[in-house]
C-alpha cells in the first residue's frame, strides 16, 4: 500500500525527534537531512552510468547499513560513504556533511552508535524507496526535505531558525518577481545571494516554464552544504552553490566585477550589524554604493539591497524581503530609499504579517525590484497584507488564500480599499520618500462607533444600518421588513427582537439569494466532478490542484456577500488534509479501494517494539463511513436508533442514581452501584415490608439495566455485521464505484458542506449584526438614570430599616 504523502513526512519527523534527545536542534538536522540526502541519491543513482550524481562503490547508503552496530560506525561513515561520495562529485564537498564520529555532539561510545543505528534504521523503511521518485514539481522526497527543515526551524529557537525561509512567502516571491511570465530558457539565470538551505531559490525556479541556472551564496559553511543537497534533490545538480559571505566576498562574478543576472530573490540577515565585516564600502570595487550611499555601520539591510541592484541585468527583475524599517527609517536610509525611488528601481513594495519569519517577530516586507523600463515608472505599486494569515503555535502563518489574494493584487494591479493601490511618485515625493505602508494605505478595520444621540434618544443609527449595504443590494426589500424610520437619521426595528432571525431568513429575497447560491454551487460540482473522475494513474497532485482551485476562483469572482478568497481557502485547505494524500493515491496504484488492518504499536520501557494490538482495518481512499453512507445505509441508520436509545437508557440509568445516591438516599447501604451489589441487596430485602421504596428503587435500576445491557448487545451485534459487510464489500467496488465514493460522496460532498456552512456564517453574521444594534440603542439614557436612581432609594430604603442611616 502507497503510504500517505503526510504520513511519510510526519512520521520520519516523529522518529528523528525521538532520537534527538538533548542535541541543539539546528545542529541535529544537519545529521537528519544528510542522511536524507545519501538515502535518495542511493536509491536513484547508485549503479546508473552518466548519472548527475556518482555513487562510488562501497559508498551509498546500503553500505551504511552494513554498518549498523559496529564500536566504529561514525569513523566509517566519514571514510567509507561521505569521502568518496564527496570526491567523486565535484559539487559536492565533504565540509557539507557534519561529522558523523563528533563526541561532543552524538555522544560517545554506546550512545553514539545507537543513534547513528537507530538513525539509520529510520531511513530503512520501505516507504521511503526514492527510486520511483519523480522530480516534477509532485516532489516527495524535496518536499520532505522541506518539511523537516521546517520543523528544524520551528525547533532551533530564535538566531539559529534563519537558513530556512517560510515556504508560503517564497511562493509569493517566486510569483511577483514575473519569471513565468518570462520567455525563460537554459541561460536565464537566477541567483539568491543569503541562499540559506536553498529552498526560496527552488520555488522560483519551478516557477519558470522552463529549466533555469540556479546560482546561490550561502556564509554558513553547513547550511550551504544543505543547501547543495537540496538542489540535487530537486533534481537541479548543476545548480552553483557557493559559501562564504556575499557582501565582503562574492563568489559568483564576471572577471573582477560581480556576475549580473536575470532574476534575484533574497532573505537576508535583518539589520545586520556585522554588514560591513571584511568590507571597505568607500572603496567597493565592485560599485555597489555608488549614487546611492552607503547603509549606517549598525543597518545592513540597504547594503544587501544595493547588492542586489548592482547584481541585476538592466532587463533584470528582483524580490527581497527586508524588515518595514527600511521603509522610513531617515538619515543615509533616507538618501538611499531616495535614489532608488528616483531612478525608479522600487516597483513594489507588499508589507506581510508579523512573527511570519523564525528566527524574529518584527513585520517584514518585500521590496520588488525591477531594472526594465526603470526611467519610465511612475509610481509603486503597494500593497498592506498584514492583517491576513492565521495562528500556527508560536508563528503566524500565510494561508493559500492570503498568497492569492496578495498575487492577485500585485499583478493585475487591483485598486482595493485598505489593502493595495498604485502610489504615484508625485505623493511619495509630498511625503518626503517615506515609504511607511499606512501612509499610503488605511489597513485598519472601521471602528464600531457609538453614537451619543442614539443612546440619549433612542433609535438605530442610519449610518450602521447603510454600513450592512452589501445585503441590502443584495436583498432591497429586506431592510424595509426589519427597519422603520423614527426620526431623520435613526430607525427603529420593526419586529421583535426573537424574530430577527427568521424575518431574515424566511424573506423571499433572501431564500432566492440563498437558493441561487446553492444552484451556483452545484454548477461547479457537476464541472468539477466530470474531470475528476477523468483522472488516471500517474496524475501529477499539483496540476490537479491548480486547475480545480482556479477553476473555483473564477467561478465564485464577483459573487455578493460572499468572498472568492474564502471559498478557495475551504478547497485549498481540504486539499492539504485529505485530498492531496487521496491524489497521490491515485497516481501511485490507480482508482483502488484497498483495506489494510490498522496495527498499533507500543513500546516497552527499553524504547523498542513490545505489544502490537489489532486495532481493526482502514481504507484511506474510500473510508468506511463514505462506503457505508451510499450502500449500508439502512443499517447504519438501525445502529444510529440504538445508539440513541442506549444513550437515552444511560441517561435513565445516571438519573436514577442520582436521585438515590447520598448518606440519606436509598442506595446508600451500596458501597458501588452495580448488577452484583443490587442483585445482592434485594436478596436480602426480601419480605422486609419496611424497605418496600428501597426494593422498588432497586428493582426499576435492574430493569434499567437489563435494557441498558440487551441494547449494548443488539448494538455490538449490528456494528460487527455492518463491519464484515462492510469488509467483504470493497473487493467487489467497480471503478466507477471508487470514482463515485471518492468524487461525489468524499471530495465535492465536503466542499457543499463547506460551502454551506459559509453561507450560513453571512447569513449569521446580519443577524448577530442587527441584534447588537438593538440591544445597543434599546434603553435609552434617561431610563438608565432613572433605574439607577429608583434601585438607589430602594437601596437607602433598606438600610434605614435596618437602622443604618447617614
Not at 96 to 105: L, M, R
Not at 315 to 320: M, R, S, V
Not at 584 to 610: C, F, H, N
Not at 679 to 690: F, S
Request: glycine share 6%; aromatic share 8%; charged share 30%.
Amino acid at each position: 500500500m502507497a503510504l500517505k504523502k503526510s504520513q511519510l513526512y510526519s512520521s520520519l519527523w516523529q522518529s528523528c525527534d525521538e532520537l534527538r534527545g538533548g542535541m541543539d536542534a539546528s545542529q541535529y538536522k544537519d545529521y537528519v537531512l544528510s542522511l536524507l540526502f545519501i538515502k535518495y541519491v542511493s536509491d536513484k543513482y547508485a549503479g546508473v552510468a552518466y548519472a548527475p550524481i556518482n555513487i562510488p562503490e562501497g559508498a551509498s547508503f546500503k553500505d551504511m547499513v552494513a554498518l549498523k552496530g559496529k564500536t566504529d560506525i561514525g569513523d566509517q561513515i566519514n571514510k567509507k560513504v561521505i569521502a568518496p561520495l564527496a570526491a567523486a562529485n565535484q559539487q559536492l564537498s565533504q565540509a557539507d556533511f557534519p561529522d558523523f564520529n563528533s563526541e561532543v555532539k552524538l555522544g560517545d561510545g554506546k550512545e553514539k552508535v545507537e543513534r547513528l543505528t537507530n538513525l539509520i534504521a529510520i531511513f530503512e523503511s520501505p516507504s521511503l524507496d526514492f527510486s520511483k521518485n519523480r522530480a516534477d514539481g509532485d516532489d516527495i522526497l524535496g518536499d520532505a526535505y522541506e518539511y523537516l527543515m521546517r520543523h528544524f526551524a520551528t525547533e532551533s529557537g530564535k538566531s539559529k531558525g534563519q537558513f530556512y525561509t517560510p515556504a508560503e512567502v517564497s511562493r509569493i516571491m517566486a510569483k511577483v518577481v514575473g519569471i513565468r511570465e518570462a520567455k525563460t530558457s537554459a541561460s536565464t539565470t537566477v541567483y539568491d545571494p543569503t541562499c540559506g538551505s536553498g529552498s526560496l531559490l527552488l520555488k522560483v525556479s519551478d516557477e519558470a516554464t522552463t529549466k533555469v541556472t540556479i546560482y546561490g551564496q550561502e556564509k554558513d559553511a553547513a547550511t550551504s552544504g544543505l543547501a547543495r543537497m537540496n538542489m540535487i534533490l530537486h533534481d537541479n545538480p548543476a545548480a552553483l552553490i557557493e559559501q562564504g559571505n556575499t557582501l565582503a566576498d562574492p563568489k559568483h562574478k564576471d572577471g573582477d566585477v560581480v556576475k549580473t543576472f536575470d532574476f534575484i530573490v533574497a532573505n537576508p540577515p535583518f539589520s545586520d550589524k556585522r554588514w560591513s565585516t571584511g568590507l571597505d564600502p568607500a572603496n567597493d570595487k565592485h560599485d555597489r554604493f555608488a549614487g546611492f550611499g552607503i547603509p549606517p555601520n549598525k543597518q545592513g539591510d540597504y547594503a544587501y539591497l544595493l547588492h542586489i541592484v548592482r547584481s541585476l541585468k538592466s532587463t533584470g527583475a528582483g524580490a527581497c524581503i527586508l524588515p518595514h524599517g527600511v521603509l522610513f527609517r531617515g538619515n543615509t536610509e533616507a538618501d538611499i530609499r531616495r535614489a532608488l525611488v528616483r531612478k525608479g528601481y522600487i516597483k513594489a513594495i507588499i508589507g506581510l504579517p508579523a512573527n511570519l519569519f523564525y528566527g524574529t517577530g518584527i513585520p517584514a516586507c518585500i521590496v520588488v525590484v525591477d531594472k526594465k523600463d526603470a526611467q519610465a515608472r511612475k509610481g509603486i505599486f503597494m500593497v498592506d497584507a498584514s492583517q491576513g494569515f492565521i495562528k500556527d503555535g508560536p508563528k503566524n502563518r500565510l494561508r493559500a488564500q492570503d498568497i492569492h489574494k496578495i498575487v492577485d493584487a500585485y499583478t493585475k494591479s487591483h485598486d482595493i480599499a485598505g489593502y493595495s493601490r498604485m502610489v504615484p511618485v508625485a505623493e511619495i515625493e509630498k511625503n518626503e520618500f517615506n515609504l511607511n505602508l499606512p501612509r499610503y494605505i488605511d489597513s485598519q478595520k472601521a471602528e464600531d462607533r457609538q453614537d451619543i444621540e442614539g443612546h440619549l434618544r433612542g433609535g438605530i443609527p442610519q449610518a450602521d444600518i447603510d454600513a450592512l449595504k452589501a445585503y441590502w443590494d443584495v436583498c432591497p426589500r429586506l431592510k424595509a421588513a426589519l427597519f422603520e424610520t423614527v426620526r431623520p437619521g435613526y430607525v427603529g426595528l420593526k419586529v421583535e427582537k426573537a424574530k430577527i432571525k427568521t424575518t431574515i431568513y424566511d424573506h423571499p429575497q433572501f431564500v432566492t439569494f440563498t437558493s441561487s447560491m446553492a444552484d451556483h454551487f452545484e454548477t461547479w460540482r457537476k464541472m468539477s466532478a466530470g474531470s475528476l473522475k477523468a483522472l488516471k494513474q500517474g496524475l501529477h497532485p499539483a496540476e490537479v490542484i491548480e486547475e480545480l482551485s482556479e477553476g473555483l476562483l473564477t467561478h465564485y469572482a464577483g459573487k455578493p456577500l460572499i468572498d472568492k478568497y474564502d471559498v478557495y481557502q475551504h478547497l485549498m485547505g481540504y486539499w492539504s488534509a485529505v485530498m492531496q494524500d487521496d491524489c497521490y493515491l491515485i497516481a501511485a496504484d490507480g482508482w483502488k479501494a484497498e483495506t489494510y488492518r490498522v496495527i498499533e504499536t507500543k513500546k516497552g520501557k527499553d524504547g523498542k517494539p513490545d505489544k502490537h494490538t489489532d486495532k481493526g482495518w482502514a481504507c484511506d481512499l474510500v473510508p468506511k463511513t463514505v462506503l457505508v453512507s451510499r450502500f449500508f445505509a439502512k443499517e447504519k441508520a438501525e445502529i444510529d436508533r440504538l445508539n440513541a436509545e442506549l444513550e437515552a437508557a444511560d441517561a435513565a440509568l445516571l438519573e436514577l442514581e442520582e436521585e438515590h445516591s447520598g448518606d440519606e438516599g436509598l442506595f446508600a447501604e451500596l458501597d458501588k452501584v452495580n448488577k452484583a451489589n443490587v442483585a445482592a441487596r434485594l436478596k436480602e430485602l426480601k419480605g422486609d415490608k419496611e424497605a418496600v421504596e428501597e426494593a422498588a428503587a432497586l428493582s426499576k435500576w435492574m430493569e434499567f439495566s437489563t435494557v441498558q445491557a440487551e441494547l449494548k448487545r443488539q448494538l455490538k451485534d449490528a456494528e460487527v455485521a455492518l463491519d464484515t459487510q462492510a469488509l467483504e464489500k470493497y473487493p467487489k467496488l467497480t471503478e466507477a464505484d471508487v470514482k463515485a465514493l471518492v468524487v461525489d460522496d468524499k471530495w465535492l460532498a465536503h466542499m457543499d458542506r463547506e460551502i454551506h456552512s459559509e453561507m450560513s456564517r453571512i447569513s449569521q453574521a446580519l443577524t448577530q449584526r442587527v441584534k447588537i444594534l438593538k440591544e445597543r440603542y434599546e434603553v435609552r439614557m434617561p431610563e438608565l438614570v432613572a433605574n439607577v436612581s429608583s434601585l438607589e432609594a430602594k437601596v437607602e430604603g433598606h438600610l434605614k430599616r435596618m437602622g443604618f442611616a447617614w
